[in-house]
């Protein structure tokens, strides 16, 4: 029974920053992929930042790079997204995912990802 919940979400301004949570449980397999997926009203779900939860290589979208940060604490079985440099087009949903298999074929793609929170919002205002 793997659960996937997310917080952190709220409205900023453009410059801001947010952190963003996944807690896991249940979710015991090792070196799979684990990130954050988003999705703004009228455009298709699209892939943010992945980590290999053993190993702890990180991938990122091309839109993000050098303004997000995807890590994780295993300690916390956590997985966190550092927003820094927030612009109006990261307006979205963000969703936690998790695969079971590692990020080298999960990528930033959904299809290999087969656990999914709910969702925590992300507003930011210009």
């Known amino acids: 029974q793997v659960q996937l919940v997310e917080s952190g979400g709220g409205s900023v301004q453009a410059g801001g920053s947010l952190r963003l949570s996944c807690a896991a449980s249940?979710?015991?397999?090792?070196?799979?992929?684990m990130g954050w997926f988003r999705q703004a009203p009228g455009k298709e779900r699209e892939g943010v930042a992945v980590?290999?939860?053993?190993?702890?290589?990180?991938y990122y979208a091309d839109s993000v790079k050098g303004r997000f940060t995807i890590s994780q604490d295993n300690a916390k079985n956590t997985v966190y997204l550092q927003m820094n440099s927030l612009k109006p087009e990261d307006t979205a949903m963000y969703y936690c995912?998790?695969?079971?298999?590692?990020?080298?074929?999960?990528?930033?793609?959904?299809?290999?990802?087969?656990?999914w929170g709910q969702g925590t919002q992300v507003t930011v205002s210009s």
């Open positions: 995912g998790a695969a079971t298999v590692g990020c080298v074929v999960a990528g930033l793609g959904d299809l290999e990802y087969k656990y």
């Open positions: 249940g979710y015991t397999h090792s070196n799979n992929c």
């Open positions: 980590i290999n939860t053993g190993g702890g290589s990180t």
